[in-house]
């Protein structure tokens, strides 16, 4: 048999179910499921894999072999040293010839796309695995996972009241984003986690009532790791507005939340809600705040309840587009895996569409379009970059501009803004800038080739703290927090010497 399913969804306790049922019917002279995985069947040295292999074959009889991740035998791109190929080759032959076959049942499990290239990649497997014998355990629905829950906590003694119910629901939402889901084991795992944390809290109470040994409440339910403090949920917004200058970015931000909240209210009455394109290209010079952006952005869609996690993946070429043909997909797809609930981040995105026709930057592209297709709702793609190259991105993939409608330009600082950035970076470390200090700081941004925009000014700053650090030791007294003109005017003839340096 062939279970495939994500993780959570049974496939273990439905191969001891069949177990079971093929003893009763007569057709297996034992009931007992031995279990097992890569590491148990594949060696590390010639011949080894052979005896482990058919070690777990003789245990089996009588009975049913249960391989989990079973498509992990086969590494995609496995070098001559992996004997996963030669555990499958092994089964095979134990199953069909020989003393041992037909003396035991093989159950193989794992991922639905995994197990299926899996199959195809070696026809003896796909032979003797017809497609009457595959069967499919999908996700459980939330009522599902809520029955789930509610029998663990009757198991163990508990009930769940309303207030907790929405909570454990809510917490499940924030789980399931992607295939690793944990499904039915995580709906216990929340309940077994709630009965730890009121075990650990009546330990501290004097005064314990009958409810506290029989309801789990909201608070028992939201886990160490889930807050449900507001203020939290409202500081991405304060951060993007506590940031020096874009203040087009912002109100463009702004106003998509305000859409955002809008269109949610409008669902939650029944009215039709318009189509939320949230995926978006920054455009602008490095140093701008893009990458800061994009992780509060994260963050404001996850407060709004679009994202479930709110984290953001930030990547470039390198971590999309593989060497060899037929690896740039698996890898693409591996690191979108990676963003589900978040935000993916592609800096300098043009470099996808740059290089030869045999480039495999287009295979990169297809697939991210292909994948935000199917994840619609689970995914939100950043693509990033100077604004001249990302429109020539957009142009040559009509699948691309279709999907980023919506442009935020990142312009570059201006003197003042720069040294406001300055200046706090020296209060971060507790050091102050005095008048001339910054007077000096403003001329030397308005007259030097400022290009890394913030970097550059934080880079000051540190370079600040390297000249007062000189200049103290070698008066061998002076104030350690303070920073003066002469570190200002040191500071910015350093830079202004790299910068030419560079320039050559």
């Known amino acids: 048999m062939i279970l495939t399913g994500n993780p959570g969804t049974g496939k273990t306790m439905l191969a001891r179910m069949l177990a079971k049922i093929y003893h009763h019917l007569g057709i297996l002279p034992r009931d007992e499921?031995?279990?097992?995985?890569?590491?148990?069947?594949?060696?590390?040295?010639?011949?080894?894999?052979?005896?482990?292999?058919?070690?777990l074959v003789k245990e089996a009889v009588g009975g049913v072999l249960f391989i989990d991740e079973a498509y992990s035998l086969r590494?995609?791109?496995?070098?001559?040293?992996?004997?996963?190929q030669t555990a499958v080759d092994t089964l095979v032959s134990a199953m069909t010839s020989g003393e041992y076959a037909g003396s035991f049942a093989i159950i193989l499990a794992g991922y639905p796309e995994e197990m299926r290239q899996f199959l195809h990649s070696n026809p003896g497997l796909r032979s003797?695995?017809?497609?009457?014998?595959?069967?499919?355990?999908?996700?459980?629905?939330?009522?599902?996972?809520?029955?789930?829950?509610?029998?663990?906590?009757?198991?163990?003694?508990?009930?769940?009241?309303?207030?907790?119910?929405?909570?454990?629901?809510?917490?499940?939402?924030?789980?399931?984003?992607?295939?690793?889901?944990?499904?039915?084991?995580?709906?216990?795992?929340?309940i077994m986690d709630?009965?730890?944390?009121?075990?650990?809290?009546?330990?501290?109470?004097?005064?314990?009532?009958?409810?506290?040994?029989?309801?789990?409440?909201p608070e028992d339910m939201s886990g160490s790791a889930f807050s449900l403090d507001e203020d939290a949920r409202k500081e991405p917004m304060i951060k993007l507005e506590e940031m020096i200058g874009l203040q087009e970015v912002k109100n463009e931000l702004k106003k998509l939340a305000s859409f955002i909240s809008v269109q949610k209210k409008r669902k939650e009455e029944g009215a039709p809600s318009v189509p939320l394109q949230l995926h978006t290209v920054f455009t602008g010079e490095a140093g701008t705040g893009k990458t800061t952006v994009a992780k509060l952005y994260a963050g404001i869609l996850k407060e709004m309840g679009f994202l479930k996690r709110g984290h953001t993946i930030v990547c470039g070429r390198s971590d999309l587009v593989a060497e060899y043909t037929g690896q740039t997909a698996v890898k693409?797809?591996?690191?979108?895996?990676?963003?589900?609930?978040?935000?993916?981040?592609?800096?300098?995105?043009?470099?996808?569409?740059?290089?030869?026709?045999?480039?495999?930057?287009?295979?990169?592209?297809d697939t991210l379009v292909e994948e935000m297709t199917k994840h619609d709702e689970n995914l939100v793609v950043i693509l990033s970059g100077y604004a001249g190259p990302m429109d020539h991105l957009l142009e040559i993939n009509p699948g691309l501009r279709s999907r980023f409608k919506k442009t935020f330009y990142f312009p570059p600082y201006s003197a003042e803004e720069l040294l406001e950035i300055t200046r706090l970076k020296t209060k971060e470390y507790g050091y102050t800038c005095t008048e001339a200090a910054l007077d000096v700081l403003k001329n030397a941004y308005e007259r030097m080739d400022t290009s890394g925009n913030a970097r550059f000014a934080e880079d000051m700053a540190e370079e600040m703290f390297q000249q007062q650090a000189g200049r103290v030791m070698d008066a061998a007294e002076g104030n350690l927090h303070e920073l003066n003109e002469t570190d200002a005017k040191k500071a910015a003839a350093y830079k202004e010497k790299e910068s030419i340096k560079g320039d050559r």
């Open 332 to 365: 693409t797809r591996k690191k979108i895996r990676e963003a589900l609930g978040g935000v993916l981040f592609i800096d300098e995105a043009y470099a996808l569409a740059t290089g030869s026709r045999s480039d495999f930057g287009k295979e990169a592209l």
């Open 194 to 217: 709630a009965i730890f944390q009121k075990g650990s809290k009546i330990g501290e109470k004097t005064d314990v009532s009958v409810e506290d040994y029989s309801i789990l409440t």
């Open 75 to 84: 590494r995609e791109g496995m070098s001559g040293n992996d004997f996963g």
């Open 33 to 55: 499921v031995l279990e097992a995985d890569r590491s148990q069947l594949v060696g590390a040295y010639v011949g080894q894999t052979e005896e482990k292999t058919m070690h």
């Open 128 to 190: 003797r695995f017809p497609e009457s014998n595959h069967i499919h355990l999908p996700d459980y629905s939330m009522k599902e996972l809520t029955q789930i829950a509610e029998k663990t906590a009757i198991d163990n003694d508990f009930m769940l009241n309303d207030a907790s119910r929405r909570v454990l629901q809510e917490r499940l939402e924030k789980e399931q984003v992607d295939e690793t889901f944990g499904n039915g084991r995580t709906a216990k795992n929340i």
